[in-house]
């Protein structure tokens, strides 16, 4: 079973839609996992029917008994974080901004403050419309954990990998180079780079490739909408051939991504255009290089 990871240093790069490619392109012999869990996309080109849906818990909330609380404010007063607020006379916790480190618990008079388990958003395991699985989550507004919730779906996409037997797992990586990021790469067979020709997309490239580098995984790029600044693009190939990273596509900027998007579709699905060839090719090629 090999595990393909496929990330960008930045948002809006195709990163989401060449990854879905690869899922139609890979079929039955793939289970996908969207691990962008703060910002969930991949249901809009995949369709999962949500078949099994469970609550993920991290992090603790504090909580003030209001029947026992006496009104005396230590809690507000030690708050480093300020999530404690006077609201009709009572003193509440806001869970936006409460850490759920206990301060408060301990230094209560009356042991009226509780920490109880965070519920930070919910993952699922779906039926998709290329005839195999998909897990993925969504992360609760304002929640934090979201690395954790990551390593959640990874783990839950490998068990039923191998329990199907499939051949490979697709996982839809964070862009920037944090904690959802470091949890999408734990246990990567390779790695996707997707970017774009822009100054802050090849400055992102290079980042986000110190952090691969730090795993010491084998990576390759696909550079999408190439055409559009063509200085910048041959920037970001001598930055690949310099860095050994393997050159796997350059797409064209085309309408047709956009127009198979509004059709509910991925590229490599509608009607005939180059970049559903490069793709194709491309997958191959990957293909290639994950089993050698």
């Not at 030690?78 to 901004?97: H, T």
């Not at 209560?108 to 958003?121: A, M, R």
């Not at 996982?171 to 246990?187: A, E, H, K, M, Q």
Request: include cysteine; hydrophobic fraction near 40%.
């Amino acid at each position: 079973m090999k595990e393909i990871v496929v990330i960008s240093g930045k948002g809006g790069t195709g990163k989401t839609s060449v990854t879905a490619s690869f899922a139609v392109l890979g079929g039955k012999d793939v289970i996908v996992a969207d691990c962008d869990v703060d910002a969930a996309d991949m249901h809009l080109l995949l369709k999962p029917d949500f078949e099994f849906s469970e609550e993920f818990f991290s992090g603790e909330l504090a909580v003030i008994q209001q029947e026992e609380c006496i009104q005396c404010g230590e809690c507000k007063n030690v708050c480093r974080f300020e999530a404690i607020d006077i609201i009709n006379g009572k003193y509440v916790v806001n869970p936006l901004s409460c850490e759920g480190c206990g301060y408060c618990s301990r230094v209560c008079p009356t042991d009226t403050i509780i920490n109880v388990d965070l519920n930070v958003g919910h993952w699922y395991i779906s039926n998709i419309r290329t005839d195999s699985k998909m897990v993925h989550a969504k992360l609760a507004i304002g929640a934090d954990n979201s690395g954790k919730l990551v390593a959640q779906v990874k783990n839950k996409a490998k068990e039923l990998a191998e329990q199907l037997k499939k051949e490979y797992i697709i996982v839809d990586g964070s862009p920037g180079v944090g904690c959802p990021v470091v949890s999408s790469l734990s246990g990567a067979s390779y790695v996707v780079l997707v970017t774009e020709p822009t100054v802050s997309g090849l400055h992102d490239l290079k980042r986000v490739y110190e952090l691969v580098k730090k795993f010491n995984l084998k990576a390759g790029c696909i550079i999408n909408k190439f055409d559009l600044n063509k200085d910048i693009s041959d920037e970001i190939e001598n930055f690949l051939e310099t860095e050994a990273i393997d050159k796997l596509a350059k797409l064209p900027y085309d309408k047709v991504f956009t127009e198979a998007m509004t059709e509910g579709l991925t590229v490599t699905e509608y009607k005939d255009n180059p970049i559903k060839e490069e793709l194709k090719n491309t997958w191959n090629k990957i293909n290639k290089i994950v089993n050698n």
